[in-house]
T-cell receptor, first 115, second 109 residues
Framework: DTGVSQDPRHKITKRGQNVTFRCDPISEHNRLYWYRQTLGQGPEFLTY????????KSRLLSDRFSAERPKGSFSTLEIQRTEQGDSAMYLC?????????????FGPGTRLLVL | AQRVTQPEKLLSVFKGAPVELKCNYS??????LFWYVQYSRQRLQLLLRHISRESIKGFTADLNKGETSFHLKKPFAQEEDSAMYYC???????????FGSGTQLTVLP
């Protein structure tokens, strides 16, 4: 499968713990996005990278959240001191940014449950 | 700020009947509009985008700037069309997508 992959697919943690998710984009895609989706809602944008540069962050991304894409390939999203409100599906998407309209390809998501 | 509204959370139609999934948006500029679909146990995938003016799996969507709508239509629904459909908007100057809350379409036999 050469699509976007995410690891882990599921994560259960206790309130106050730190968690880290990984996203591997489609190779050669220079843009990578993180979204969060809660029950009954559409995905909400969190942040995006062009290569290794983090170009945009949503106000949803509190200071407990940090994302990196150190070599412009895979990305990690870390949540520190998790809260029950962080329970959600975390989606990663990648695209090949170029002139014209780009298509974002989504991964399967990481479902987080904070107890 | 941009916003996408999908007024119907659930929509059921019979096989062979026409289907229309509504999407309204608010954005002051010229947005790019998309429909994404998520079939059961599959990942979110692009169905179509307004700029391509294409028909995918028999679905079409027309951007109506006057009514700020981008409704998704299909003249004859099939059971395999049952899925969650999301309308999404991308501002011209930025890349992130703003999604609606989705419409769960069920096509009954």
């Amino acid at each position: 499968d050469t699509g976007v992959s995410q690891d882990p697919r599921h994560k259960i943690t206790k309130r106050g713990q730190n968690v880290t998710f990984r996203c591997d984009p489609i190779s050669e895609h220079n843009r990578l996005y993180w979204y969060r989706q809660t029950l009954g809602q559409g995905p909400e944008f969190l942040t995006y990278f062009q290569n290794e540069a983090q170009l945009e962050k949503s106000r949803l991304l509190s200071d407990r959240f940090s994302a990196e894409r150190p070599k412009g390939s895979f990305s990690t999203l870390e949540i520190q001191r998790t809260e029950q409100g962080d329970s959600a599906m975390y989606l990663c998407a990648s695209s090949l940014g170029a002139a014209g309209v780009e298509t974002q390809y989504f991964g399967p998501g990481t479902r987080l449950l904070v107890l | 700020a941009q916003r996408v509204t999908q007024p119907e959370k659930l929509l059921s139609v019979f096989k062979g009947a026409p289907v229309e999934l509504k999407c309204n948006y608010s954005y002051s500029g010229s947005p790019e509009l998309f429909w994404y679909v998520q079939y059961s146990r599959q990942r979110l995938q692009l169905l179509l985008r307004h700029i391509s003016r294409e028909s995918i799996k028999g679905f079409t969507a027309d951007l109506n700037k006057g009514e700020t709508s981008f409704h998704l239509k299909k003249p004859f629904a099939q059971e395999e069309d049952s899925a969650m459909y999301y309308c999404a908007l991308s501002p011209g100057s930025a890349r992130q997508l703003t999604f609606g809350s989705g419409t769960q379409l069920t096509v009954l036999p």
